[in-house]
């Protein structure tokens, strides 16, 4: 369905007024797709989820779950925005396309060259907050976890067509395999402390309001991790790991997580673990550029320049990792 119609019936439904101009586009995300859009009764931004994800067995359960517990987030007070609730449902279907709507919110996301130490503490002391959260009641609910079987790289490679792509697969698959086999392994051992959290903190997933505070947005990853390497996972994120790796930054995030009552009783399996979590964006994204998982040539383009982004992040944080060592 063309999306302005779409949108169009969503409004309708969740009886949030008549459009006052097209839906505008905000780009930024990598998985599904945003519209700010103004109403008669206010502005709202829009989240169409993908559809290809939407098919997945556990799709729906997962954003439902998620905005539960951005929901239990909010109220014992972590700064997040969580998605707006509509006759006690918080995912919209019109037709075969699902929505998360939430109020529009003026904060913006940073860029690594605005990442000053203040901003990185501030997560760090959020990131405690959410940890701290007893959602055991949840678990059982809870079936986003990371995969524990080992990528068949070689696959992606023959199917490929993106000779870029190819030969720097090939380049790594070797020591991609290697890795993969340690983070399964470090996983399995630190699967027995386990928090239900966010999951996937880098710089676009945090906003700053007006008064330079942080708010989480974008919970649809939620799911148990440890959190030892949730901490690693985001540090390196708040330190410029994607593109360069800054220490001071990384330290200082690690630091201030655990002079504020944060547990790193798992941190060394963690680092190997946290291999585990790049692959599996790695590996959606080969599905997306292979066009296994595609919706169009637009996503199949955005999944091979993630694939490109992925490796060389793969390598870089492999190049640091022992900078990134701590003793408890």
Known sequence: MEINIAIEKLLKNCKLGKMLENPVRVFGGLLNRMYKVKTTEGNFAIKHLNPEVMKRENAKSN??????????????GVSCLPAKIFDGKVLQQVENDYFLVFDWFEGRAIEDEELALDKVKKVAVELVKLHKINFDNLKNECKAYYDTNEVDWKFYRDKIQNEQIKDLL???IEKFSMLDKQAIESLNI??????????DLDLPNVLWNEKDEPVFIDWESSGLINPSMEVI???WNWSGGQEHFDKEKFKLFVNTYKENGGNLSDYTESLKADYKAKFGWLEYNLKRATGIECIDDEEKKLGEKEVVRSINEIKMFDLYKNDMEITN
């Open 190 to 199: 630190i699967s027995k402390n386990m928090v239900i959290s966010h999951r």
């Open 233 to 235: 996972d985001t540090a």
């Open 63 to 76: 954003h439902i779950f998620a905005e539960t517990v951005s929901n239990i987030a909010k109220e014992n």
């Open 170 to 172: 090939s380049q790594n």
